[in-house]
């Protein structure tokens, strides 16, 4: 089992920053992709950004430019920090978690971004 815990969401005018946090816990496998995903009222759930335990980053092409993905191993806490943030990236932020496999894979409870304009 991985517990994830995020922190860091909030409400920020447009153009406005945010760094959100999300630190694992529990039995963490030393290769692994962990990732942020997004939902929006009414909309599914969609990959914002991933970032592997070898540092290989990947960006959904909205964010690109603007947010940044990062990660402490040692510390076993991925960081996604926003910048120029806009009101359609207002949503509920969930931080994943998967083996290298895939076949073990956790979700964090969810942390709201409320971008106002």
């Known amino acids: 089992q991985v517990q994830l815990v995020e922190s860091g969401g909030g409400l920020v005018q447009a153009g406005g920053s945010l760094r959100l946090s999300c630190r694992a816990s529990g039995s963490i496998f030393s290769t692994n992709v962990m990732a942020w995903y997004r939902q929006a009222p009414g909309k599914q759930r969609e990959l914002v950004s991933t970032?592997?335990?070898?540092?290989?980053?990947n960006y959904a092409d909205s964010v690109k430019g603007r947010f940044t993905i990062s990660r402490d191993n040692a510390k076993n806490t991925v960081y996604l920090q926003m910048n120029s943030l806009r009101p359609e990236d207002t949503a509920v932020y969930y931080c994943?978690?998967?083996?290298?496999?895939?076949?073990?894979?956790?979700w964090g409870q969810g942390t709201q971004v409320t971008v106002s304009s």
């Open positions: 970032i592997t335990s070898g540092g290989t980053t």
């Open positions: 994943h978690y998967r083996n290298w496999a895939g076949n073990y894979n956790y």
